[in-house]
């Protein structure tokens, strides 16, 4: 059995991912298809072909008698016609190889290409939705500050409105209130002023009739002691005469 390591264009890497799919061998290579390799990374169709061509290859430089004995160790002499075919298909296997490894080569250096580029323009793109997302998060707060601060003045300002309608409130009541007491008190006063207006009317019409009925009770006096007298008098004469 040839090691698939040992075909020509097999590096280590690409014997790994034959291996990994069942491929350890270059006898099992030389038995596919190149439909069943292209679906393994960094095989196309052609590299597929050139790969088993190589596989066989390798599978046909050593027979059957000399898998007997190492052929390092025995040396055993060729017709010359055999070794100018043999060399003939290691040229051609050999320039096959190397177009292979050529196409592997520039594949891969595409593929690494594209790949780069497909992860600059995703992580460009990352950025840009990173940085939209930001700016509309960044917006969103924003809007969300400014109707905070705008409630906040509102209430503010709600809350002034309502503390000057209160004090205007309050401040006419006082106003009402000192009014209305001013207005009692002088209504007092004058209720007051009045009464003793009335009191000392009262007094003095009480005063005048009394001393109307004193002089009245004096005349009387005075006419009933001036009649006394008179009758005293006329007594006094009639006394007289007799």
């Not at 809350?159 to 309050?170: G, N």
């Not at 004096?218 to 008179?230: E, F, H, L, V």
Request: hydrophobic share 40%; proline share 2%; net charge positive.
């Amino acid at each position: 059995m040839t090691a698939v390591k040992d075909v020509r264009g097999v590096g280590k890497a690409l014997a790994q991912a034959l291996s990994a799919k069942g491929y350890k061998t270059a006898e099992a290579l030389a038995k596919t298809e190149p439909d069943d390799l292209i679906d393994i990374p960094r095989i196309s169709t052609a590299s597929a072909a050139k790969l088993i061509a190589a596989a066989k290859d390798a599978v046909g430089a050593k027979s059957k008698p000399a898998a007997r004995a190492p052929a390092r160790r025995t040396a055993t002499r060729k017709p010359a016609a055999r070794q100018s075919a043999v060399r003939r298909a290691t040229a051609k296997s050999n320039s096959a190889a190397k177009k292979a490894d050529s196409e592997r080569k520039a594949a891969a250096e595409r593929a690494a290409a594209e790949k780069a580029a497909a992860e600059r323009k995703a992580a460009k793109e990352r950025v840009a939705a990173e940085k939209a997302a930001a700016e509309r998060k960044a917006a969103k707060e924003r809007v969300a500050a400014e109707k905070a601060a705008a409630e906040r003045k509102a209430a503010k300002e709600r809350a002034a409105a309502e503390k000057a309608a209160a004090e205007a409130k309050a401040k006419k009541k006082a106003k009402a209130k000192a009014k209305a007491e001013k207005a009692a008190k002088k209504k007092s006063e004058i209720e007051a002023a009045f009464s003793k207006a009335k009191e000392k009317i009262k007094e003095k019409s009480k005063k005048g009739k009394k001393d109307k009925k004193s002089k009245k009770d004096t005349k009387k006096k005075d006419t009933k002691n001036k009649s006394d007298k008179k009758s005293g008098k006329k007594k006094d004469k009639k006394k007289a005469k007799k």
